[in-house]
């Protein structure tokens, strides 16, 4: 029978090809287990060495390019039932499951970002779990939740890989029953079956192109830094996250955590609210919306990303010459912790035992990492310009004499000096 004129042959082909996908990358992350060791001191190196193996490092190459591919098809999928108002009773499950999906396809694609443990994967999961810090009431349990502690250690990688393996995988066999029903109520000509196969070849092709990147181990600095570029599959979620901090820095939650789930949970109702489906120029509108909105994210925060192809570049300006920089001056530091309580930067930023916010990094040994009082001088002016697509707000307004005192105060903080008074 042809395909009618309500996007059939298009459903069909994308939710055949997302199924047939992940069942394979259920299949191969089976096989991936097998060489993977999730000990902490191990990840990295077993990776490493799966890499290395012709047909393994296929098999990695693969994982890592069919999920980007898997995220990609995904919201296609959402944008197709969207514009043919494929969201009724009647196709209840099409758009379930196309919400499903594009759920548990960034859950298995953030969960198993962190399992190969490079520097990278550490402090994306460390940021990560700080912006779920930011939520009310329920913050900072998440933050510890997620992490099974107050950085990234061997029970992070416990608990996601269990997530990743465990969990995803019992959710998409869940939703897979009633959603291959309904596709398989659904006939189309004969082309459109093959897209499953197309899209494996895609996959294919990055994985021998380009391989899966792995990048240098994750050191003691890496465990609770935030100081990383955001992957390309948050970039929506990056976005947002800008947007609600620059109305107030309180707020990151709602633009990371709120606005999303209240769009996919919105979504699922359309069935339960509207039998025949979406009126069709609301869908198209929100096709647009959705459209315009990724378009403005990809010009705004597009050069901030992690590129998807290597991993070696970490937040720009995190390593800084060696220098000798002179002895501490304490009066000035003295005024900088004034004026660190005063600016609120206890409100984000935790220095050793002191203060409980967790949004911005312990500063408690920030001056091990750097002495170079321009250097922090730079960071509370713009500090994009040492971490690109960070949260931090900018200090600029406080003037040159403060920010001067702010910078000898956090220099002063070394785990081998005594803090500044
Ligand atoms: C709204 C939250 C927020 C506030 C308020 C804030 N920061 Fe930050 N800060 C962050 C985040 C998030 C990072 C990590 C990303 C980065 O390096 O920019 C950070 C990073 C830093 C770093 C770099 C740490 C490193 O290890 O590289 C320094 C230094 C710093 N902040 C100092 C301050 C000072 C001083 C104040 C107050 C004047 C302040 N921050 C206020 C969120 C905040």
């Excluded at 960070?390 to 307004?397: C, G, I, N, R, Y």
Aim: proline share 5%; with cysteine; aromatic share 10%.
């Amino acid at each position: 029978m042809a395909a009618r004129n309500n996007g059939d042959g298009l459903v069909v082909a994308l939710g055949l090809s997302l199924w047939t996908l992940l069942g394979l990358q259920v299949l191969i992350g089976v096989l991936l287990s097998t060489q993977y060791s999730s000990a902490i001191g191990e990840a990295h190196g077993s990776v490493a060495a799966i890499g290395r193996g012709g047909f393994w490092g296929f098999l990695a190459g693969f994982h890592y390019w069919g999920s980007a591919v898997t995220i990609l098809l995904a919201g296609l999928n959402l944008a197709v039932l969207l514009w043919y108002g494929r969201n009724g009773w009647d196709s209840r499950w099409l758009w379930w499951g196309a919400i499903g999906i594009a759920v548990i396809a960034v859950m298995f694609q953030m969960t198993g970002n962190l399992l190969p443990g490079s520097a990278h994967d550490v402090r994306t999961a460390f940021k990560e779990a700080s912006i779920a810090s930011a939520a009310p009431v329920m913050g900072r349990q998440l933050f510890e939740a997620t992490l099974g502690g107050i950085e990234v250690g061997q029970s992070t990688f416990d608990r996601w890989y269990f997530a990743h393996r465990f969990a995803a995988s019992a959710l998409l066999i869940l939703l897979a029953i009633p959603c291959l029903r309904a596709a398989l109520r659904l006939r189309v000509s004969g082309l459109w079956r093959w897209a499953p196969v197309a899209v494996i070849v895609v996959g294919a092709a990055l994985a021998v192109g380009y391989g899966a990147p792995h990048g240098p181990t994750a050191g003691a600095e890496d465990f609770a830094s935030q100081a990383v570029k955001p992957m390309w599959y948050v970039l929506p979620m990056h976005a947002l996250l800008n947007i609600s901090l620059s109305v107030n820095p309180s707020l990151s939650w709602v633009g990371a955590m709120l606005l999303p789930a209240l769009g996919f949970g919105s979504f699922a109702l359309v069935p339960l609210l509207w039998r025949k489906g979406l009126p069709a120029v609301f869908g198209r509108l929100a096709l647009l919306a959705g459209t315009a909105m990724m378009v403005f994210a990809v010009l705004t925060y597009g050069q901030q990303l992690q590129s998807p192809f290597s991993e070696t570049a970490m937040a720009e300006g995190d390593a800084e010459p060696a220098g000798d920089f002179g002895q501490i001056d304490t009066a000035l530091a003295k005024v900088g912790r004034e004026e660190f309580l005063e600016a609120g930067c206890l409100g984000c930023h935790s220095v050793g035992g002191e203060g409980l916010a967790v949004t911005g990094p312990n500063l408690g040994h920030v001056g091990d990492e750097h002495q170079d009082p321009d250097w922090f001088v730079e960071k509370l002016r713009d500090p994009a310009s040492k971490s690109p697509g960070t949260t931090m707000p900018s200090f600029a307004d406080l003037g040159d004499e403060k920010l001067r005192a702010l910078a000898e105060y956090l220099r002063s903080l070394r785990a081998s000096d005594e803090p500044a008074p």
